[in-house]
């Protein structure tokens, strides 16, 4: 497998509709070492991604049924980080710019020099990380939005380094991911990764996880104890919470950071330690410096590479792709719930809510309304907030209203969804539309249409 400096063999996918010139280019691969597996299609491809990591995707942009471009699409929805190099004989400059603006990483267009494809293809091995270590390194990280796509090349760029990362972020917007992320993707992957959370123990107790004691230090200290960082030796320690640290504490840590080394509490002598520092806040530490809460130098050593994580709220777009990752981690956990989906009105409303507490807080009303629906997720079943968010962010004024309402996909479905709304809302009708997401004029003709007696 190839490794990050583009060292050894790569597992390669290539797609494309023109047997010729998929067998020659197969064979091409193979001269250069990689191991090459063929599709002839968009939905072949599928199934070989369900099958096994790759490296890299040789993909064409024409072909019968999924083209390359929609490929192009769904796989960065999914988060997926896999290199793609784009191949096609309708070569044009909008097809390429649609192409690279969708998230491939190249295009050539055909005939392709074999010298040109074969070098075109060990500098993109070259300057990307291996499929597989990607694929571990962004688990739980969802989302093709700028912002995140920043935070992504971020993680790439500074992880193979040694440098010391701060991630900042709200509450729930996945910074210990990120920290995991740059583990996995660094020298120290085979080493320890050990999270604190610098705000859940006391000072005391916290000085002594991270730093160790000796024996007789302080009452209760009745055997050494060996610290955190000691323990991370040749890893990654992560600091979560880093802003919530005191200040006699920060002092301790500053001196880590400069000399490289830990005394315990107690002990006279320090002891070395080869560890890399990340660490993780949701307060502005410029804020927390300015009012004397935080040492200006200890702040000045952590931040020496900045990765912010952006609010749910302002990247709205990542939403579907994070309900869809939400519903197939419930699908995963039982196969009761393998048919759980989410309407498309429900999707909306949870669009246009500002989620306070991120990602995490998705997750959560995801299981609850999946608990609460049994199959298919209405409106109905999320909670009141998320009910009540149409109009307030990502969803125009006057969704609700009789041209707009999209409701199930189905007259049945949506029957079944209006009984249960009614069910839950005691027949009350104005109730039953809120639920609903609907207005009442909506919901008095929907009753009509299908022949239900509210009572």
């Known amino acids: 497998m190839i490794t990050p400096d583009g060292q050894g063999s790569a597992r390669i996918l290539l797609v494309d509709d023109d047997r010729a010139f998929r067998l020659s280019t197969a064979e091409l691969l193979r001269e250069d070492g990689h191991e090459v597996v063929e599709a002839e299609d968009g939905a072949q491809a599928v199934e ?50 649609e192409s690279l603006h969708l998230g491939a990483d190249d295009f050539l267009t055909k005939p392709v020099d074999p010298d040109v494809l074969s070098a075109r293809v060990g500098e993109i091995l070259e300057r990307r990380p291996t499929r597989a270590s990607l694929s571990a390194a962004v688990e739980g990280m969802v989302g093709r939005s700028p912002a995140m796509r920043r935070v992504f090349d971020a993680v790439r760029r500074v992880a193979p380094t040694e440098t010391t990362v701060l991630i900042t972020g709200e509450t729930g917007t996945g ?3 990120v920290a995991r992320a740059v583990h996995r993707l660094s020298e120290r992957s085979g080493r320890p990764f050990i999270p604190v959370n610098c705000a859940s123990l006391a000072e005391g107790v916290l000085e002594s996880e991270l730093f160790g004691h000796v024996r007789g230090a302080f009452t209760g200290a009745v055997r050494d104890k060996t610290g955190l960082f000691a323990a991370a030796d040749g890893g990654t320690i992560f600091l979560d919470e880093i802003g919530d640290m005191g200040l006699q504490l920060q002092q301790r840590l500053l001196r880590v950071l400069q000399e490289r080394e830990v005394t315990p509490v107690g002990a006279v002598r320090a002891s070395p330690v080869n560890v890399r520092v990340v660490a993780a806040t949701n307060r502005d530490l410029r804020a927390e410096t300015a009012a004397g809460r935080f040492r200006e130098d200890l702040f000045y050593r952590l931040n020496v590479f900045h990765v912010h994580l952006p609010p749910l709220r302002e990247r709205r777009g990542d939403v579907p792709l994070l309900i869809e990752a939400a519903l197939r981690r419930l699908r995963d956990r039982s196969p009761d719930a393998r048919q759980l989906a989410c309407s498309p009105f429900a999707i ?41 968010a149409r109009g307030s962010g990502g969803l125009p004024e006057g969704e609700g209203d009789p041209e707009r309402y999209q409701g199930p996909d189905t007259e049945a479905e949506e029957r079944q969804a209006i009984f249960a709304a009614l069910q839950e809302a005691g027949g009350v009708r104005a109730r039953a539309a809120d639920l609903l997401g609907m207005s009442r004029t909506t919901l008095w003709r929907k009753l009509k249409q299908y022949g239900i007696d509210a009572d």
Not at 64 to 82: H, K, N, T, Y
Not at 88 to 96: C, D, L, P, Q
């Open 48 to 97: 070989a991604l369900r099958g096994g990591l790759f490296d890299l995707m040789l993909l064409d942009l024409r072909m019968p049924g999924l083209d390359g471009l929609r490929m192009v699409e769904v796989l960065r929805e999914r988060g997926e980080p896999m290199p793609i190099l784009m191949i096609s004989g309708f070569g044009t400059v909008e097809s390429a710019v």
């Open 175 to 177: 910074k210990e991911l």
């Open 348 to 388: 909306r409303l949870l669009r246009a809510y500002d989620w306070p507490g991120n990602v995490r807080e998705l997750f959560s009303v995801m299981e609850s309304a999946a608990i609460r629906a049994g199959g298919r997720i209405e409106a109905q079943h999320l909670p009141e907030p998320v009910r009540a």
